[in-house]
C-alpha cells in the first residue's frame, strides 16, 4: 500500500499549490534575456560612437572657429601697433618729435638686470663627466 | 504494400527547368556583377562614399626687424549663392534682403544678378570675397536661404603702403605674385593639407568612419632686414624730394653697409595697396621694385670704385697730382668736366672733392682698361646682387671683347657713364669701398621663423674682398674730404651731428644711343666717418629743376643720416650734440 500512495517512497510532498508562473521554462527566458542584451550591447556602443562622433567633428568646427578668431585678433593686435596709431597717439597725448635729443655719458654701472624666476629658465643640462682614463680601472683594483 | 517510384511528368520538369534556367541566369548576372565587373563597382562606390578636402596652410606673416607686422593673413569669408534655391521669388526676396542689409548691397541688383547667373547655367553665384570672419559667421548661422560661404583668407598690411614696393601683393588664390610674396612664397605658404573620409550624403564624415588627415604644415614667417620706422621715413622724404624737384621718380635706400641688410628701400613710382588696381595695364607696371630692377647710368657716384681701384693697385694715392686742362681726348674723341671748368693741378681728392671727369680718366688709364674693368666685375658691377626679389637686373657695360667697343667706352666708365646698373648693386659697390672692403650680399630678409617659434636666421654673407681695408679706409678719408666742403653752420651734405663721407652723381640720361638734358641726380653718403653704421643712396630721376646731385641729394642725405643715425642711438661724434 505504501508503493500505491508514495511512489517516492515515503518522502514528504506539499500540497500541489498551482505556481502563478506555472509552465515557465526560466531557462528559456534567461537565453532570451542574454540575447537581448547582447543585441543591445553594440547598438548602445554605436550610439555611444555616433554621439563621440558628431562631437568630435563639433569640436573640430569650433576649433577652427577659434582660428579664425586667433587670425582677427592678432591683425586687430597689428593695427594697434601700427606706425600711423602710435603717431596719431603720441600727438593725442602732447608728444612731439625730437629734433636734437641731448646725449649724457653716465659713469656709473647700470642696475642687474632682473633674475628671471627658475622656472622660467631652460632646463639645466648636466656637463657629461669625461671619460675616465684608462689606467683608473687598473688603480682602482689597488688596494 | 511496395511503393511504385514516381516518373516525372511534364508538368513538373517544365516549370523546374524553367526556374533553373532563371537560377542560372541570376547567378550569371551575380557572377558579372560581382566578380567581372567588380573593380569598377568598388571604384564607383568608392567614388560616391570617400570625400576629400584639402585643408590649406595659414600663410606665415612678414615682419620687420624688430618682430612688427608688416603683413598678415586673415580669415575671411567667400559668400556665393545657390541660384537653384532663389528661383522659388520668396526665397530669393528673403536671400537678397539679408545678404544685402549684411554686406550692402542693392538687394534688387543682387537678385537681379543672380538671376542672370542663373539663366547663363552658374549654379554658385559669387556676391563677394573676403567678406569680414565676424559678419560671414553672422550671415552662416543666419539660415539665410540659397547661401552658401566658404572659408578663405585674406592679407593685411596694417601699416597701409609702408614698404609695399618690398612686399608685394598675393593673388586670389593667396599666393605671391609680386615682392617678398613672391620670391618666398614657398616658405610663407607652408603645405596644404588633406583629409580623407567616408562621408555620408550630406557629404558630412560619418563619425567613426575611416578618417585619414594630413595635416598642414602651416607657412613660415619672415622677418626682413627693413625697418619700419626707417622705411617710412625714407618714404616720405622721397615723395616730397619727388614733388619738390619735379622728378619722375626716384630712389632712396638705406643699408647697413657692414653687413648688406637693407634697413629701407623707397622707390617712386612704386606698389601702393591703397590705389592698386589689377584692372589697369598701368597698375601691373608699378608691381616692380626698380631699385632691383631698373637700370641708370650712375654718373660720378662711380669715381668712387675708379678711386678705390686706382689706389688699391697703387698707381695713385690721395695726393698723387695731375693738370685738370678742362678736357681729355681718348681715342679722337673730346671728353669735358660735368661744368666745362678748368681746375688746374688736382690731388686725387680734389678729383673725388670737385668731381672732375678728366681725372677720373687719368686714374682709369694709369689703372688700364684690364685693370679697370676688373675692378668692376670686383665691386660686383654687370652680375646680379642675389638680394632675394625676382626681376634682378644684373646691369651691362662695355668690354673690349663686345662688338662696338672703343677706349672711349672705358673712359667714360670711369665718371659712370657708358655702363648701366640698378640703384642696389651701386649702393653695394660703394658699402664695399667703406667698409673695410668686403663686397657684402645686399639682402632685404634677416630670418625665417617657422610655426613652432624656431628662428632661422639668414647669416651676412661675404660675396668677396673687392680692395683692402687699408684702401677701404683711405676711400673713407677722401669721401669725407668731399663732405667737409661744405661751409661751416651749412649742412649742405655734412650731417650736424655725425662724421660722414659721400658724393654725389648727376647723369645725363642715355636716349637712343647720345644723351640729352635730361639727368639722373643722386648722392651717397655714409656715416659715422670711422665706423659706418649706414650708408644712403639718394637718386632722382630726370628732376625738372635740374639742380645737381649735392644740391638735390645731398641736403637729403645730411638729414637723414641724423635722424636715422639718432633713431638708431648712435651717439653723436661732432657738433653741440656731442656727449
Known amino acids: 500500500m505504501a508503493a500505491i500512495n508514495h511512489p517516492l517512497g515515503g518522502a514528504r510532498r506539499g500540497l500541489p499549490i498551482p505556481s502563478p508562473f506555472g509552465g515557465i521554462n526560466w531557462w528559456i527566458v534567461g537565453a532570451i534575456i542574454i540575447v537581448a542584451v547582447s543585441a543591445m550591447l553594440p547598438v548602445l556602443q554605436n550610439s555611444t560612437a555616433t554621439s563621440e562622433g558628431f562631437n568630435a567633428q563639433r569640436s573640430r568646427a569650433d576649433e577652427a ?79 | ?136 559667421n553672422q550671415l552662416v548661422s543666419s539660415g539665410v536661404p540659397g547661401i552658401i560661404t566658404q572659408q578663405d583668407s585674406q592679407r593685411v598690411h596694417p601699416d597701409g603702403d609702408v614698404g609695399s614696393s618690398i612686399l608685394g601683393i598675393t593673388g586670389t588664390d593667396n599666393t605671391g605674385l609680386a615682392g617678398i610674396e613672391d620670391s618666398y612664397n614657398e616658405i610663407l605658404q607652408g603645405k596644404a593639407g588633406k583629409t580623407i573620409y567616408e562621408r555620408d550624403a550630406t557629404d558630412q564624415p560619418i563619425p567613426y568612419g575611416e578618417y585619414n588627415a594630413v595635416d598642414p604644415v602651416a607657412g613660415e614667417d619672415v622677418e626682413l632686414t627693413i625697418d619700419r620706422y626707417i622705411q617710412k621715413m625714407a618714404e616720405d622724404t622721397l615723395t616730397k624730394a619727388v614733388a619738390q624737384h619735379q622728378a619722375k621718380g626716384g630712389d632712396i635706400i638705406v643699408m647697413d653697409p657692414q653687413t648688406g641688410e637693407i634697413l629701407a628701400d623707397a622707390t617712386m613710382p612704386g606698389l601702393e595697396y591703397s590705389t592698386l588696381d589689377l584692372n589697369d595695364p598701368a597698375s601691373l607696371a ?48 673730346t671728353l669735358k668736366n660735368w661744368d666745362d671748368s678748368v681746375y688746374g693741378t688736382q690731388t686725387m681728392t680734389g678729383v673725388l672733392q670737385n668731381s672732375i671727369n678728366t681725372g677720373a680718366v687719368f686714374m682709369e688709364q694709369r689703372l688700364g682698361t684690364a685693370a679697370f674693368q676688373h675692378y668692376l666685375d670686383a665691386f660686383g658691377f654687370g652680375q646680379l646682387t642675389g638680394i632675394g626679389l625676382n626681376g634682378e637686373a644684373p646691369g651691362i657695360f662695355r668690354r673690349p671683347t663686345d662688338p662696338g667697343f672703343s677706349p672711349v667706352d672705358v673712359a667714360t666708365q670711369a665718371f659712370g657713364q657708358s655702363i648701366s646698373v640698378t640703384p642696389v648693386q651701386m649702393i653695394t659697390a660703394v658699402a664695399a669701398a667703406i667698409n673695410g672692403g668686403k663686397l657684402m650680399k645686399p639682402h632685404l630678409v634677416k630670418a625665417t621663423i617657422s610655426a613652432d617659434g624656431v628662428v632661422h636666421p639668414v647669416q651676412p654673407q661675404v660675396i668677396r674682398q673687392a680692395v683692402t681695408p687699408q684702401t677701404s679706409a683711405t676711400m673713407r678719408m677722401m669721401l669725407n674730404a668731399v663732405v667737409e666742403q661744405d661751409p661751416p653752420n651749412e649742412s649742405l651734405r655734412n650731417p650736424t651731428n655725425y662724421t660722414a663721407g659721400g658724393k654725389s652723381g648727376t647723369a645725363n640720361i642715355p636716349i637712343y644711343g647720345t644723351y640729352n638734358d635730361t639727368q639722373i641726380a643722386s648722392f651717397i653718403g655714409f656715416a659715422p666717418l670711422n665706423n659706418p653704421q649706414i650708408l644712403i643712396l639718394i637718386k632722382l630721376d630726370d628732376n625738372l629743376d635740374l639742380m645737381t646731385g649735392t644740391m638735390a641729394g645731398g641736403p637729403i642725405f645730411s638729414k637723414m643720416a641724423d635722424d636715422i643715425l639718432a633713431y638708431m642711438g648712435v651717439p653723436p661724434d661732432k657738433g653741440p650734440n656731442k656727449p
Open chain 1, 65 to 143: 572657429q577659434l582660428q579664425g578668431q586667433v587670425s582677427v585678433l592678432e591683425a586687430d593686435v597689428a593695427q594697434l601697433t601700427s606706425l600711423s596709431r602710435i603717431e596719431r597717439r603720441a600727438q593725442e597725448i602732447g608728444l612731439h618729435p625730437t629734433s636734437n635729443p641731448i646725449y649724457v655719458h653716465v659713469d656709473v654701472a647700470g642696475p642687474e638686470p632682473a633674475k628671471i624666476p627658475s622656472s622660467y629658465l631652460p632646463p639645466v643640462v648636466a656637463k657629461p663627466l669625461p671619460p675616465a682614463p684608462w689606467w683608473r680601472s687598473i688603480v682602482d683594483w689597488l688596494p
Open chain 2, 1 to 136: 504494400m511496395p511503393h511504385e517510384r514516381g516518373h516525372g511528368t511534364r508538368r513538373v520538369w517544365v516549370p523546374a527547368a524553367f526556374f533553373g534556367a532563371f537560377a542560372l541566369i541570376i547567378l550569371g548576372r551575380l557572377v558579372q556583377l560581382q566578380v567581372v565587373e567588380h573593380p569598377k563597382y568598388a571604384k564607383a562606390a568608392e567614388n560616391e562614399l570617400v570625400g576629400s578636402n584639402t585643408v590649406y596652410a595659414p600663410r606665415g606673416s612678414i615682419l620687420d626687424r624688430n618682430g612688427d607686422v608688416l603683413a598678415l593673413s586673415v580669415n575671411t569669408w567667400d559668400v556665393y549663392v545657390n541660384t537653384n534655391v532663389w528661383k522659388d521669388p520668396a526665397k530669393a526676396a528673403a536671400g537678397a534682403s539679408a545678404i544685402g542689409k549684411a554686406l550692402g548691397l542693392d538687394p534688387a541688383k543682387l537678385e537681379k544678378s543672380v538671376t542672370d547667373a542663373a539663366a547663363g547655367g552658374t549654379v554658385d553665384y559669387l556676391v563677394q570675397r573676403d567678406v569680414d570672419y565676424d559678419l560671414g
Open chain 2, 286 to 333: 608699378l608691381l616692380r621694385n626698380r631699385s632691383v630692377t631698373d637700370l641708370y647710368e650712375p654718373g660720378s657716384v662711380m669715381k668712387i670704385v675708379t678711386a678705390s681701384g686706382a689706389i688699391n693697385n697703387g698707381v695713385v694715392t690721395p695726393d698723387t697730382t695731375y693738370v685738370d686742362t678742362g678736357e681729355v681726348t681718348v681715342a679722337g674723341i
